[in-house]
DNA sequence: ATCCTATCCTGTAGGC
DNA sequence: TGCCTACAGGATAGGA
């Protein structure tokens, strides 16, 4: 669940409340996340401050003073929340505690385990083998079209599993690929090698305006997701496929359908996404929803 | 090289 | 009410 726009918002609200803390101490759980918790993290991150917080794609990158840097992902489970004062509460499944020398604290919770928290040298983080294979972060501009026209040259995978390839560009998950291709009006089982260049176009633009306007609003939560104080997203109210089969399609009326694709759901509006387009009239604007802005 | 499937994990929803 | 199964989707290893 959490893909681009919620890592985006967990970042943002990391650099605003807690960047310049200092850590205090580091306590661990030993079950594993993804991987094994780096060895030496507690105590090497001790008495460390976090300087800078970055991202590529659904990474975050915590950057902390001494040239260290945390890596993490939040899989589909994992939440950062953040307590400003000493926490209480208990809640299962917490896998890491910074306690700062102020008295706050950021947890890492993540009932799943896909997740991941490693250590790196600053310096090599970009080398890892995680970050390595990455393709460009699509916010706040994502690449131009043509960089994906020629990446997806000769493919016959359907264009959908291409745009959730992390290797293609970097951030796009399974609602907002869903989300993009219904805007952009390009049928998400289109063959990815004949998806045509006024269609890339499409699917480049609004690949930029769903994940800004998905930003603004923290995200889409369905059930998992939180942001660092452990609020919902609210952008799943504008959605307009995802999750919504047999729902009337905000832009037609049609019928909102689903499908699986290499083992994920897809939503799509049969009318808006047509597999096949008709034939372009001269002169006429590209058919599909990308007209009206909402 | 590219594509496809199975796998990891647990909370939740739906059927009976 | 409670038990059971299917499903959700992040990334990736391995087979076709």
């Excluded at 807690?18 to 918790?37: A, E, Q």
């Amino acid at each position: 669940m959490p893909e681009l726009p919620e890592v985006e918002t967990v970042r943002r609200m990391l650099e605003q409340h807690v960047r310049g803390r200092r850590i205090g101490r580091v306590r661990t759980s030993t079950k594993p996340l993804r991987f094994p918790m780096t060895r030496g993290l507690t105590r090497r991150v001790a008495g460390r401050s976090i300087e800078r917080l970055g991202r590529h794609g659904k990474y975050l990158l915590i950057g902390l003073d001494g040239g260290l840097t945390l890596l993490s992902h939040l899989g589909m489970s994992g939440r950062w929340l953040f307590h400003p004062e000493p926490a209480v509460l208990r809640l299962p499944h917490v896998h890491v505690r910074f306690f700062f020398e102020d008295g706050s604290e950021l947890w890492f919770q993540d009932a799943r385990r896909f997740g991941m928290l490693e250590l790196h040298a600053t310096a090599r983080v970009r080398e890892s083998p995680l970050l390595a294979g990455l393709g460009p972060d699509p916010f706040p501009e994502p690449p131009p079209a043509e960089v994906f026209a020629r990446l997806a040259a000769g493919r016959t995978a359907s264009v959908k599993v291409f745009l959730m390839d992390q290797r293609h560009v970097a951030g796009i998950g399974n609602i907002y690929a869903s989300e993009i291709l219904f805007r952009a009006g390009v049928h998400p089982a289109r063959a990815t090698g004949r998806v045509r260049a006024d269609e890339w176009l499409a699917i480049r633009d609004e690949m930029r305006d769903v994940l800004a306007e998905a930003v603004e609003r923290f995200g889409t939560t369905f059930s998992l997701y939180r942001t660092l104080w452990n609020e919902p997203g609210n952008y799943a109210e504008r959605l307009f496929v995802y999750d919504r089969a047999g729902e009337p399609c905000r832009r037609c009326g049609g019928e909102i359908r689903h499908m699986v694709q290499s083992q994920r759901s897809t939503y799509w509006c049969p009318a808006c996404q047509p597999k096949r387009r008709a034939r372009a009239v001269r002169g006429a604007r590209p058919a599909g929803p990308r007209a009206a802005k909402v």
